[in-house]
């Protein structure tokens, strides 16, 4: 078995603090995801291997066994052993008494695949942690278990709604995330879990995480965008158009606009969860872009119009 580095599959160092952590693994989960990254295998191997990893580091318990384990790995490379010579015998885990049950969930893209042999024997008698991107078990006194799953979506999606397609054991179950999801919002899908061992179904319940959007900044349900503006549109008005997360509208420039203004496009921010119909505000954040050369015609003019003050 091959020994898997997981801080430096996240880029962090072996002290890093769990903040540290955390901050590094949404940067590359970000940039690796699926969504962003369509049909490209590598970025997706990449992105599970960025998962399992934070499912190691981001829970402390699992990232103290993994610690003990580096310190003997390196003291073993540092007497001149093999690679292949490492005993592995007493960290791999599947004692009696530890969590069996197992929830493998997927998008179409297989985003919430397994994790490697390596991690399996390590910890697969290990609940799983909230952070990653596997099923975290909520014991509750005589109620069934409730499973959570992480799922990102982009902002476009928690704009028009997506979908995520889960699998558990034999079955495929398409789970529909409603316009408005938010950072936090939670989808049930009543009785999808395992059953337990009196045969009460379990739920399972996507957690939302809306992943950060070049184009707008998000503020509840009102979004802020920034447009360029010509220096001539500014001073004299003008219209130009703008990109919504519905499409492009136009957008009226009043004559003498400064640079900063936010003109407010309402009802062309993001949908409220439960309300349709209901929608937030568009801000959009004028920036004037002064010419870097001017023909002498045009600096004439300016001198004119200064001299005129």
């Known amino acids: 078995m091959e020994y898997k580095d997981y801080y430096k599959t996240l880029g962090v160092d072996r002290k890093a603090t769990p903040d540290e952590i955390k901050k590094a693994f949404r940067k590359l989960a970000m940039k690796y995801h699926p969504d962003r990254n369509k049909g490209n295998k590598e970025a997706e191997e990449k992105f599970k291997d960025i998962n399992e990893a934070y499912e190691v580091l981001g829970d402390p318990q699992k990232r103290s066994r993994y610690d003990q384990l580096g310190d003997s790995y390196s003291q073993y490379q540092a007497r001149g052993g093999a690679p292949g010579g490492f005993d592995w015998s007493q960290w791999t885990t599947g004692a009696p008494g530890g969590y069996t049950t197992q929830v493998n969930m997927g998008d179409l893209e297989g985003m919430f695949g397994g994790f490697s042999d390596f991690f399996s024997s390590l910890f697969g008698g290990m609940p799983p942690t909230s952070g990653s991107s596997r099923v975290r078990t909520?014991?509750?006194?005589?109620?069934?278990?409730?499973y959570e799953q992480p799922v990102q979506i982009t902002l476009d999606e928690a704009f028009h709604g997506t979908s995520r397609l889960l699998q558990i054991e034999n079955r495929k179950i398409e789970v529909k995330i409603p316009p408005g999801a938010k950072t936090g919002t939670r989808v049930r899908v009543a009785g999808a879990g395992p059953a337990t061992s009196r045969g009460q179904a379990s739920d399972i319940y996507l957690v939302v995480e809306v992943l950060p959007d070049s184009r707008f900044s998000v503020d509840g349900v009102?979004?802020?965008?920034?447009?360029?503006?010509?220096?001539y549109t500014a001073v004299l008005g003008g219209t130009v158009k703008v990109?919504?997360?519905a499409g492009e509208v136009q957008l009226t420039i009043p004559a003498g606009t400064q640079p900063g203004q936010r003109i407010r496009l309402a009802g062309r921010g993001l949908p409220v969860l439960r309300s349709p119909g209901t929608f937030g505000d568009l801000y959009v954040r004028i920036r004037v872009d002064l010419p870097r050369k001017l023909s002498s015609t045009q600096r004439e003019l300016f001198e004119k119009l200064r001299s005129s003050k």
């Open 138 to 146: 909520q014991s509750r006194t005589a109620q069934p278990r409730v």
């Open 222 to 231: 009102d979004l802020t965008t920034e447009l360029p503006v010509d220096l």
């Open 243 to 245: 990109a919504t997360l």
